[in-house]
Structures are given as structure tokens and as C-alpha cells.
């Protein structure tokens, strides 16, 4: 039903590339061949490219909370394009495509017991309407692991964190998150999920808040990586 309903709306607003406006796809194949995947070798820390295997200079200097992290894609071109078609215009269909693109880097992380995705403020989300995190990383799961947006809470709103730099996003975000439910995490393999890290500051504070839980270990997938 949900399947047909999505074609109806195909055939009524046909579906334009994010990256280059070309009727007909969600993506075309000339943009999905410039995404600018991260190979390994990548900083185990921060998923960051660099140009020898450990951590780059940054994640020495200021080591996060988080046991590893991979970062799919760089946050440039094409899947700019489709996170801002997916955030800011709600076209729901790249959910799926942009799990796509982070899937072969699971690969890359221990088998966890849970995702979780990165929770938005109830602000925002009554503002979206829908958290992108949980959606794309529900389409990642699949029916082979549990998606539990619940496992952590943000306590308090915090601004937007465009444009500002390591230690103002530490600020803001330092303590915003929360576990409601310490039984149920505690011991627990996580995986944190979000779509885009940029100083990774965010990651850090829910990774503090499982950790803080009792958590057995938390890595992070994301699907872009900004600089
Ligand atoms: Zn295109
Ligand atoms: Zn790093």
C-alpha cells in the first residue's frame, strides 16, 4: 500500500536527481558516481580521511568518547544534495538511498547489539516532523538489527550548531543527552547513528551519556563527514 501510494506520487511529481535536477531519479548515475566515498585507510576516531592507519592529529589532540567511528561519504556534492532534499524539503525517498551509501561501511564496525539513532530536540522534531537519523538508519537495519531511538533522550534544546567552531559545539552540546532507560542499555554493543558529523561533538556527547549508562562499547556510523 505504502509502495503504491509512493508511485501514485511519482507519477504526479515526478522525482528530479538531487545532484543535477535530471527528471526521473532520485539520483542519476553521473551524480552517484561523484560521491567521494572514504576509503580506508580513515582516522579510527572520527572516520576522518588520512593518510596513514590510527588517528589524525585532530582525534589525538582532542580524543572523543566513542571506542571508533566511520564516516561513509565526505558531506560534499551529491550527498549534500540528497541530506538537504531529505532534511530541509522532507522528500522521504532518500532515507533509503542514503542508507545505501552508508551500508558497506557497517561493515567496517564491530557487530553491535542496537542502533541508535542521534535524537533531535522536541523542538526540531515537531519542526521536521521526523527525525532523518532514525528513518535512514531504520532502512539500514533492516530486519537484521533493532533501530532504538528510545536508549537516549536529548535533556534540553540546544542551538543550531552551523558555523561554530570545536569548543563552542562542546558547549552546546555538553550534557544535552541522557539515558531514560539505564536497565535496558546497560551492557549493551551500541552503535550511534546520524547523518551528518561535523566536529563530532554531538556523537561525543551521546557517547558520554551511554558510557555514563553502562554501556559494554559505542561506535558511530555516519553517513557524511564534514570538515
Ligand atoms: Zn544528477
Ligand atoms: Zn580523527
Not at 500500500?1 to 548515475?29: K, Q
Not at 522528500?91 to 561501511?105: D, H, I, K, T, V
Amino acid at each position: 500500500m505504502h509502495d503504491l501510494w509512493e508511485r501514485a506520487l511519482d507519477l504526479v511529481f515526478p522525482p528530479r536527481c538531487a545532484g543535477c535536477g535530471v527528471r526521473g531519479v532520485l539520483l542519476c548515475s553521473t551524480c552517484e558516481a561523484a560521491i567521494a566515498y572514504i576509503q580506508p585507510p580513515a582516522c579510527s576516531s572520527c572516520g576522518g580521511r588520512v593518510t596513514r592507519p590510527g588517528t589524525c592529529p585532530s582525534c589525538r589532540a582532542y580524543p572523543n568518547a566513542l571506542d571508533g567511528m566511520v564516516a561513509a561519504t565526505e558531506f560534499a556534492g551529491p550527498v549534500r544534495a540528497c541530506i538537504h532534499a531529505l532534511k530541509y524539503e522532507g522528500q522521504r525517498g532518500y532515507a533509503g538511498l542514503l542508507a545505501a551509501m552508508a551500508c558497506p561501511s557497517l561493515a567496517r564496525l564491530p557487530a553491535p547489539d542496537a542502533i541508535v539513532p542521534v535524537p533531535l530536540s522536541r523542538e526540531r522534531q515537531r519542526g521536521r516532523g521526523f527525525n532523518q537519523s532514525l528513518m535512514i538508519a531504520r532502512h539500514l537495519a533492516a530486519d537484521a538489527l533493532p533501530v532504538i531511538p528510545e536508549w537516549l533522550a536529548r535533556t534540553r534544546n540546544t542551538p543550531p550548531q552551523v558555523g561554530q567552531d570545536r569548543e563552542a559545539r562542546q558547549a552546546n552540546v555538553a550534557g544535552a543527552f541522557a539515558c531514560p532507560d539505564l536497565a535496558a542499555v546497560h551492557g549493551q554493543r551500541i552503535l550511534l547513528f546520524d547523518d551528518v558529523a561535523t566536529t563530532g561533538a554531538t556523537l561525543d556527547a551521546c557517547a558520554r551519556a551511554l558510557r555514563a549508562a553502562g554501556v559494554a562499547s559505542v561506535h558511530a556510523l555516519v553517513v557524511a563527514k564534514a570538515r
